[in-house]
């Protein structure tokens, strides 16, 4: 499968990257199949013939042969003949929930199977070199409230943790189950080393200087908030799989930035997590660029 490769229109079915949006083309035969998409290799169905519409349907819409009058307007001109006809409060309306996706979008986080793994080994090493942290974790699962906690969201947290190491070695398809645990363990991950940096840094900062732990604080809330209330789900873990050079790319860059965080710097266990944390992401992404 390529894009605009192929010119037997009548025998191809027109599809987009759920990832990034490229526009693809396929044989008919694969309809119903997954695939990979040749730009950011991330899993694509292939649509159904009746999903994709008729041989004619395709050809109109690309524009080619065919009554002109059967040609699919532009987006931008579309929109904007349809917004004309449209009453100020419909239009008010209209853009009021088209600014809400695009703040939900912006606000939905995307897991890959690298950035799941580096996170993993970023609480892996926070946990085994401070001993602060190993003792505030016994304190809290032996508390009152913490038995519930270990008898539920630990158990979680920790099978998510294993998971996201497991699958960057296997190839096998995640199930709902493994999704959500995984995605349970990223965000949770990113909410706390948000938080505990945040307040660290605002009790040991100048009051003008506490707008950025103040928005990590914000920015790890509401990500738990958004797993609790269901407004993200099971999907924003990729199904795209990484290989063996990824992951040993990752941890190599991952383990550099935590020694020099926390044995040349000497920066406190939050701060060195977080910034762990917040490359685990940047790291995947250059990763990708560089197997591409």
Known sequence: MAPGRDGRLGSVIRLNCDNCGQMMQARREYAGKKCKCPNCKSIVRVPTPAAAGPPGNQRAAAGIGGDSSQKTLKPSLAKRLTDEGLEPAERRTIGISGLCRRIRTFLTPSYSEVSLFLMSVTTFFVFSFNPVVRQRFVDLVFSAPGIFLAGVYVIMYGCGLVL??????????????????????????????????????????????????????????????????????????????????????????????????????????????????????SFERAIRRLFR
Not at 170 to 197: D, H, P, Q, W
Not at 223 to 248: H, K, P, S, Y
Request: glycine fraction near 6%; hydrophobic fraction near 55%; charge should be neutral.
């Open 164 to 281: 996201c190491v497991y699958h960057i070695f296997s190839s096998r398809e995640k199930s709902s189950v493994e999704k959500y645990l995984m995605l349970f363990f990223a965000v949770l991950t990113n909410g706390i080393s948000g938080i505990c940096a945040g307040v660290y840094i605002f009790r040991h900062s100048i009051l003008w200087l506490a707008v950025l732990p103040i928005w990590n604080i914000i920015s790890g809330v509401v990500l738990i908030l958004m797993l609790w209330f269901e407004a993200i789900d099971r999907e924003c873990v990729n199904d795209q799989d990484a290989t063996a050079g990824q992951a040993m790319i990752g941890f190599v860059m991952v383990l550099a930035v935590f020694l020099a965080c926390s044995s040349l710097l000497r920066l406190h266990w939050s701060i060195t997590f977080s910034i762990c944390i917040a490359y685990s992401t």
